[in-house]
């Protein structure tokens, strides 16, 4: 069984994390699979976008216990180091729209891969937990880096230490998520984003994500900085010519993503 399934749908790669009898709970196997998946989709260049979603009832409910729990597993540190980081590292640095579509429970690591992504979407009924306070670990997969951008610090502070689930739309209200979709349109309503982000100028898309990725640790004189370089590189691209023409022609734009 492929513990991810994924196919291209109209420059979209669809990835579905599927090991749904353990609401997609990760191992090594799974962990790697969409770490190789992240390389082939950022390699591929008729990939101009990536959706995440989960199969069966759940997203993810972040790390397998059964696999930490056997002597013969890996050790914790290995799966933080080795399964974890490179997917959240992956995520932030693909110079491609990356769309979480959290199709029920993210719970743990599931939740922070989610909130990683460019954009995070969740269905009415799912829900968010940071619940590895509940069996005395730390939030891991980038979650203590993200989460208090995302909210606040008290707000993250509380979420992580008292391991609160959080619903669909508390998370929208929070702005720890874009938006949220009724369960019976979700996949067709989410998968739209990924559809209309792969027919933009992606490169320019692309090249906006270094950029927010740089803001987080950057001081304003560094950023400003940041922007003129990347927005030279963009006025140089086949799609800002293109934009510019259709838009003076008053016709459609045709983007190629470079």
């Excluded at 939030?139 to 979420?159: E, I, M, N, W, Y």
Aim: with cysteine.
């Amino acid at each position: 069984m492929s513990l991810i399934i994924s196919e291209i749908k109209d420059g979209v790669a669809i990835l579905r994390l599927n090991r749904p009898k353990v609401f997609n709970s990760f191992n090594k196997e799974m962990a790697l699979a969409l770490q190789n998946e992240l390389d082939a989709a950022e390699e591929n260049d008729n990939i101009r976008a990536i959706y995440i979603i989960g199969e069966g009832k759940a997203f993810c409910a972040g790390q397998d216990l059964q696999e930490v729990t056997d002597p013969n597993g890996p050790e914790l540190t290995s799966i933080v180091k080795e399964h974890y980081n490179p997917i959240i590292e992956r995520i932030r640095n693909i110079e491609k729209p990356i769309i979480g579509a959290v199709n029920g429970v993210a719970a743990g690591a599931g939740a922070n891969i989610a909130l990683a992504c460019d954009i995070c979407v969740a269905t009415e009924s799912a829900s968010f937990i940071q619940a590895f306070s509940k069996i005395g670990l730390i939030p891991d997969s980038g979650g203590t880096f993200f989460l208090p951008r995302l909210v606040g610090f008290q707000k993250a502070s509380a979420l992580m230490m008292l391991g609160d689930k959080v619903t669909a739309k508390e998370a929208e209200e929070l702005n720890m998520i874009y938006k949220v979709y009724s369960d019976e349109t979700f996949e067709e309503e989410s998968l739209k984003i990924a559809l209309k982000l792969a027919k933009m100028p992606t490169r320019g898309i692309g090249l906006t994500k270094r950029a927010l990725n740089v803001s987080l640790i950057s001081d304003l004189t560094t950023q400003l900085q940041t922007e003129e370089e990347l927005q030279t590189i963009a006025g140089k691209t086949h799609d800002y010519n293109e934009g510019v023409a259709a838009f003076l022609d008053k016709r459609k734009p045709e983007f190629k993503g470079n």
